[in-house]
């Protein structure tokens, strides 16, 4: 399973959502993630601007903004 975390730099909330994707980790070896920069492409920019950190699978968004461990744990498991 690969997620994709919408962020930009200087985002608190990124990095505790990448923290948290970190953690999760462990207890799901078979979880990857990874982090695009919404701020290399004019596109992502406009979608995902005011709502960063956004973790995607498959084109759905899981969690977005102020995101907490279990909900992000929740999704992740949902979607397995």
Do not use: H
């Not at 990124?14 to 994707?21: A, G, Q």
Request: aromatic letters at 12%.
């Amino acid at each position: 399973m690969e997620v994709v975390v919408y962020t930009r730099s200087v985002c608190p909330l990124c990095e505790i959502v990448k923290d948290y994707l970190e953690i999760l980790k462990l207890e799901v070896p078979s979880l990857e993630w990874k982090e695009v920069d919404i701020y290399q492409d004019d596109e992502l920019l406009e979608e995902y601007q005011i709502r960063i950190p956004v973790v995607v699978y498959q084109d759905q968004v899981l969690a977005e903004g102020n995101v907490e461990y279990d909900f992000l744990k929740k999704k992740i498991f949902e979607n397995m």
